[in-house]
């Protein structure tokens, strides 16, 4: 917990709030500013546009909070984001933590609504009968160009970046994560008609779980001695990957003088950082070179 000690007092109350506040206002900011700092979720709940429906939604809510509906929404949504997203906390936690709001979701999603179905119901009646249908073709035009930013958002801009983390933990984890995703995705990218070496000791673990998902019958193999395990590779029909990770660049020029009908490459991060070097020799190639 954030703060166990119940205020019995005006000043205990104070050094409870000066505590609480921090936590609280971070949460507020992750609906539509801040990234969520989990390694979950990897961005603010709510477009900005989003958040003020949401503002807007609360406010109803809150005008009419003895309606039973409406109180256990907000019981919902708030008791939610108060306990679970402020008050809980563990050692390696740094708000905001949007996978410690997912139970009130229904109800921040309830209030999202609200403001557009009263404007929807209030300006219907005030318009004249032939004018009706502008109303619910402005709502629907305003939801899809809603939905396609939303969509364009997660097939385009989103991705997990772990210099997004504050957490040292988290941060170490994502890395780790990032640089096993990307490796998969590449290697899924050559087909099964690749055998893929990593040329010496990798300080990030292989994923096989992962990569038979995406590619399956694809060899890999780890050269933990460069130096003669590289000379001793039997070629055959299939093309050949090579990958370099940190501290290994050196054997590039070795790989490419026993190889020589390779093309060497980057994988890079969606942020723009350096993840590992390949060397790539396509099948016919492997094939022509062989003696």
């Known amino acids: 917990m954030v703060t166990t000690h119940i205020p019995i007092s005006f000043a205990d109350f104070h050094r409870a709030w000066k505590t609480i ?12 500013t801040h990234s969520s700092q989990d390694i979950i979720f990897y961005g603010p709940l709510l477009f900005p546009a989003e958040s003020a429906l949401l503002v807007l939604g609360v406010a109803l809510l809150l005008w009419h909070w003895r309606h039973p509906a409406a109180f256990l929404i907000l019981a919902a949504g708030l008791g ?17 933590l949007t996978n410690h709001w997912t139970p009130a979701f229904p109800a921040f999603y309830i209030a999202l609504a609200l403001p557009v179905g009263a404007w929807a119901t209030s300006g219907k009646s005030e318009l004249e009968p032939q004018l009706r249908w502008i109303l619910p073709a402005t709502v629907g035009i305003a939801l899809v160009v809603l939905g396609w930013c939303n969509l364009n958002f997660y097939f385009h801009h989103y991705y997990a970046d772990p210099e997004r983390l504050k957490s040292k933990a988290y941060r170490s ?22 055998d893929v070496f990593t040329v010496g000791q990798s300080p990030w673990p292989y994923d096989p779980v992962t990569t038979r998902y995406l590619v399956r019958e694809q060899k890999w193999t780890v050269l933990t001695n460069p130096a003669t395990e590289l000379a001793s590779i039997t070629r055959d029909n299939k093309g050949m990957a090579f990958l370099f990770f940190a501290g290994n660049e050196q054997y590039e020029e070795t790989t490419h003088e026993l190889f020589p009908a390779g093309t060497h490459g980057e994988v890079i991060s969606r942020g723009g950082k350096h993840l590992f070097y390949t060397y790539v020799i396509p099948p016919s190639g492997a094939q022509a070179t062989q003696k």
């Open 21 to 32: 506040w921090p936590v609280l206002s971070e949460n507020l900011l992750g609906i539509s």
């Open 80 to 96: 939610v984001l108060l306990v679970g997203g402020t008050l809980v906390g563990y050692p390696n936690s740094v708000p905001p």
């Open 173 to 194: 984890a994502q890395q780790n994560y990032e640089v096993q995703t990307a490796q998969s995705r590449y290697l899924a990218s050559l087909g099964s008609n690749y």
